[in-house]
C-alpha cells in the first residue's frame, strides 16, 4: 500500500510539472501553475538589443495576470539552458541571434520560411513542455512579434503558428554572421527590368553589446547597484525590479527620446513605476542624476546610445529606511530637525514645523512642540493655564 501511496505522490509531482497546450489560444496559462510563472525567457548570448526589449515587454506582460511577480531568475541567456525540450520556455529572437531558436528550428529552414517583413510566434511541445518561439527575420520583425504576444487584447491567437507581416520600407537586411559559409549574393538584391544592377546598400553593423560597469568608470563596490544597455531613439529599457537582474530597489523605465550629435547632448526620460520625471539633457560625455538614478552615456552611434544606470545611495536607503532619507542618513519617525534654516519634522514625509493654531496630530509637527485638540498651541497659553491652575488652587 505504501508504494502505491508513494507511486501516485510521484506521479503528481510529475504531473504538477507538465503542462499542455492544443494552440496559442492557451497564452498565457500554458505558463503558469497555481498562478506562478513556471517557465524561463531565453534570449540570445549576443542578442541584439531589441531582442533584450522585446523579452522585456513580454515579461511585463506577463506581470499584469499574475499577482506572483515574474522573478529575474526567469530569465535566461542561450548559454544558461541545458536543455530547451525539457522546460517551459518562451524564446527569444530568430534562429541566427539566439542557438535556443535553432534547436527548435534550423536556422537555414527559418531563412526559407520567412523574409524581410515577416515573423512568426510557434508553439512546440516536447516530453510534456511548451516551448513558444517568438521570431521575426530580422531584430524589428522580433520585435513585432513580441509585441503582438505582449497585447493579446488586440489579437486573436489561434492555432500552434501565428505569421505577423508588415510594412519592411524602413527594414535593413542584417549583414550574415561571421560563422555563415555564404555571403548574400547578387540575386538577394534583383534589378528590374533590365536595368543597370545597383550594388547592395552598405550596412552598418553597430555594437548592440551593452557596456560594462567598469567601462563608465564605476567602482567595483558599485556594480551591484549597476545596469548597462543600449537604445535607439524611440527606444525604452526596463532596469531592475521586478525583471532585472541586479540590485536596484525599485524598477525603472529608461527612454531615449532624441540625440543632438551638434549639440553632444541625450534627451532621456526616467519612469520609476509611481513617477514619470520629466526629459533631461544629458551631456554625451558627463552624467546626470534623473529620478533618483545616475545616467552615464557611454558610447553613441547614429541614433543610438549604449550607458550606464546606477541607483543613488540616497534612492536605496528611501526604499528601506522607516522613516526619513536626509543627507544621507536614515531620520526616525517623529525626529525634529532643521532644513534650510526651517523648523522640520519627519513623519511619513519631511515637512516644515506649523505655526500656532494650525491643524496637527503629533507634538512634533508644532513649532512650540505642542499640539492639542488637534491644534498647535502656543506654549505661553499653557503655562498661562497653568498658573491659573496653581493660584486656583494653591
Known amino acids: 500500500m505504501k508504494k502505491i501511496i508513494g507511486l501516485l505522490g510521484i506521479l503528481f509531482l510529475i504531473s504538477t510539472a507538465i503542462v499542455t497546450a492544443d494552440d496559442l489560444s492557451d497564452y498565457p496559462d500554458m505558463f503558469f501553475s497555481d498562478g506562478e ?51 517551459n520556455a518562451i524564446i527569444i529572437g530568430n534562429p541566427k541571434h539566439n542557438d535556443i531558436a535553432n534547436e527548435l528550428y534550423d536556422k537555414d529552414e527559418f531563412n526559407e520560411d520567412f ?75 534583383p534589378s528590374e527590368g533590365g536595368a543597370e544592377e545597383v550594388a547592395p546598400p552598405e550596412v552598418m553593423e553597430l555594437d548592440l553589446f551593452p557596456p560594462k560597469p567598469s567601462d563608465c568608470g564605476l567602482p567595483q563596490d558599485m556594480w551591484q547597484y549597476t545596469d548597462a544597455s543600449s537604445l535607439r531613439v524611440g527606444e525604452n529599457r526596463v532596469h531592475g525590479k521586478p525583471y532585472g537582474r541586479i540590485q536596484l530597489e525599485k524598477g525603472y523605465t529608461v527612454s531615449l527620446t532624441s540625440l543632438d550629435h551638434a549639440a ?106 505642542l499640539c492639542s485638540n488637534d491644534r498647535c498651541i502656543d506654549t505661553g497659553l499653557l503655562q498661562r493655564i497653568l498658573s491659573w491652575f496653581r493660584e486656583l488652587f494653591g
Request: with cysteine; hydrophobic share 35%; charged share 25%.
Open 37 to 87: 510563472f513556471n517557465g524561463v525567457i531565453v534570449v540570445g548570448d549576443g542578442a541584439p538589443a531589441a531582442d533584450v526589449i522585446s523579452a522585456t515587454n513580454i515579461a511585463v506582460a506577463l506581470q499584469t495576470v499574475t499577482t506572483s511577480p515574474v522573478k529575474p531568475t526567469a530569465t535566461k541567456l542561450a548559454r544558461e539552458v541545458a536543455n530547451i525540450k525539457e522546460q
Open 115 to 189: 523574409g524581410l517583413g515577416e515573423a512568426v510566434i510557434k508553439l512546440y511541445e516536447n516530453n510534456g513542455y511548451i516551448q513558444l518561439l517568438v521570431a521575426g527575420y530580422t531584430a524589428k520583425g522580433t520585435r513585432k512579434a513580441a509585441d503582438v504576444l505582449a497585447d493579446l487584447d488586440n489579437y486573436d491567437l489561434t492555432d500552434e503558428e501565428h505569421v505577423i507581416t508588415f510594412q519592411s520600407d524602413d527594414e535593413t537586411p542584417e549583414p550574415p554572421s561571421r560563422e555563415d559559409e555564404t555571403i548574400q549574393s547578387e540575386e538577394d538584391f
Open 264 to 369: 553632444r547632448l541625450a534627451a532621456i526620460q526616467v519612469d520609476d513605476g509611481s513617477n514619470a520625471i520629466p526629459e533631461e539633457l544629458v551631456p554625451f560625455d558627463g552624467e546626470a542624476v534623473i529620478g533618483g538614478v545616475k545616467i552615464i552615456p557611454h558610447e553613441v552611434r547614429d541614433n543610438e546610445l549604449t550607458y550606464c544606470i546606477h541607483e543613488t545611495e540616497e534612492t536605496r536607503l528611501q526604499a528601506t529606511c522607516a522613516g526619513c532619507v536626509h543627507e544621507s542618513n536614515c531620520l526616525p519617525f517623529g525626529t525634529r530637525f532643521v532644513v534650510d534654516s526651517e523648523p522640520s519634522y519627519c513623519s511619513t514625509a519631511i515637512g516644515q514645523q506649523k505655526e500656532t493654531d494650525s491643524a496637527c496630530q503629533n507634538n512634533f509637527e508644532c513649532r512650540s512642540n
